[in-house]
Structures are given as structure tokens and as C-alpha cells.
């Protein structure tokens, strides 16, 4: 299973970023791809994910009315749209996956077995 994020950058407060999650050697319809993240001095935080087949999404409300998570089956990609950034969303952003048939109801890092490189995300004028 390999996981590659793209689309990290440097963005002003109140710009938009999209990130990529492009998956091989698994899959897709019985995994989870969950987004995390990782500030300087913090532990890494679950934000969103996105289970196929039907799509169900859990999200964190730290990020709520600001980031969405979507798919493309046809490409094995998964996208984290990041709107309004702020000052602390910058970190670096993470793709991970795990098989689940389950909706989930928490987003925790441990259960997640295969995690992509990481991209810098930093939001700063």
C-alpha cells in the first residue's frame, strides 16, 4: 500500500488549499482514508475522513464549516479542500488508511495502518 500527498504550499490567512491523497496497492471500497495533521511541538490530530462505499464522512469540529474531504474512485484519490486557513492549521497534513466496513465514529491515529510522507501546509502572511 502506498499513500503520496500533494498540493501542500504556503498560503496568506483566509486562502484555500486543496490536498491530495492518491492511494495504490489497496482496495479503496474497504478502506478508510483519513486526514491528519502535525504542528511543531503538538501530537498528530485526526480531522477528517471518508469511508467508500457510501461515502460516510467524520469530521472533527475543529475543522468544521472550513475543510471537506471527497473522493474519486476512478483515480483512488481522495482530496482535503482546506478553506478560510487560518495561522494554526499550519502543520504538516498527513494521509493514512485502514480496512473498515464500519462507519466510524472517531478519527484516531493508532488505528490507522498505512500513512503517506506527509506535506507542508503553512499559512502566514
Known amino acids: 500500500v502506498q499513500l503520496v500527498e500533494s498540493g501542500g504550499g504556503l498560503v496568506q490567512p483566509g486562502g484555500s488549499l486543496r490536498l491530495s491523497c492518491a492511494a495504490s496497492?489497496?482496495?479503496?471500497?474497504?478502506?478508510?482514508i483519513g486526514w491528519f495533521r502535525q504542528a511543531p511541538g503538538k501530537e498528530r490530530e485526526g480531522i477528517l475522513s471518508i469511508m467508500s462505499p457510501d461515502g460516510s464522512i467524520y469530521e472533527t469540529d475543529s475543522v468544521k464549516g472550513r475543510f471537506t474531504i471527497s473522493r474519486d474512485g476512478a483515480k483512488d484519490t481522495v482530496y482535503l479542500q482546506m478553506n478560510n486557513l487560518k495561522p494554526e492549521d499550519t502543520a504538516v497534513y498527513y494521509c493514512?488508511?485502514?480496512?473498515?466496513?464500519?462507519?466510524?465514529?472517531?478519527?484516531?491515529?493508532?488505528?490507522?495502518?498505512?500513512w503517506g510522507q506527509g506535506t507542508q501546509v503553512t499559512v502566514a502572511s
Open positions: 493514512a488508511a485502514k480496512y473498515s466496513i464500519v462507519r466510524q465514529t472517531d478519527i484516531s491515529a493508532e488505528s490507522y495502518d498505512y
Open positions: 496497492g489497496l482496495v479503496m471500497n474497504s478502506y478508510v
